[in-house]
T-cell receptor, first 115, second 109 residues
């Protein structure tokens, strides 16, 4: 399945580093999402973009900064992270938002470890 | 608040049947999704229910009762490859997905 790709798959960074996560979707979708997945917790929605416009920001700390240059690409820029930010970061896309049948398709995630 | 409840872990035997339950309390309802997630991989879409009743898709079926705020995923003829986490999610009135924490299903030979 190569509909939604994410790089890197694994990332280890120190608290003073700056890094970026990349997501690309090849499905012709208009909406893209960033989620955080921690062990034994529900998926936490971080950001939603529709046609490159941010439509949702669920009180995410400013050390996470999203960027959506076009409807196929989504980035998550990371700086001065904390150890509790260690998690699996998942990207997803859907045809649109605001429709009940908008199934989200996920990438494989980036496993982030903050030391 | 909004809440999705599902068991943390279940164990079943290869070839058997298992039912994974999900109960929800959300602000509005625009459908319920089930996803499968193998360890270290992407969640993949299994089913969508918006009307009451049973939807069958091969070995997997999903049931919904909106009046009871309840759904289940039924897996038949279990195979070892079905070992995974199963995520229940409800789309609320704002068309946002509210997720459960997932049920880890362990299949034993």
């Amino acid at each position: 399945e190569t509909g939604v790709t994410q790089t890197p798959r694994h990332l280890v960074m120190g608290m003073t580093n700056k890094k970026s996560l990349k997501c690309e979707q090849h499905l012709g979708h208009n909406a893209m999402y960033w989620y955080k997945q921690s062990a034994k917790k529900p998926l936490e929605l971080m950001f939603v973009y529709s046609l490159e416009e941010r439509v949702e920001n669920n009180s995410v700390p400013s050390r996470f900064s999203p960027e959506c240059p076009n409807s196929s690409h989504l980035f998550l820029h990371l700086h001065t992270l904390q150890p509790e930010d260690s998690a699996l970061y998942l990207c997803a896309s859907s045809q649109d938002i605001g429709e009940p049948t908008d199934t989200q398709y996920f990438g494989p995630g980036t496993r982030l470890t903050v030391l | 608040g909004q809440n999705i409840d599902q068991p943390t872990e279940m164990t079943a035997t290869e070839g058997a049947i298992v039912q994974i339950n999900c109960t929800y309390q959300t602000s509005g309802f625009n459908g319920l999704f089930w996803y499968q997630q193998h360890a270290g991989e992407a969640p993949t879409f299994l089913s969508y229910n918006v009307l009451d009743g049973l939807e069958e898709k091969g070995r997997f079926s999903s049931f919904l009762s909106r009046s009871k705020g309840y759904s289940y995923l039924l897996l038949k003829e279990l195979q070892m490859k079905d070992s995974a986490s199963y995520l229940c999610a409800v789309m609320d009135s704002n068309y946002q997905l509210i997720w459960g924490a997932g049920t880890k299903l362990i299949i034993k030979p």
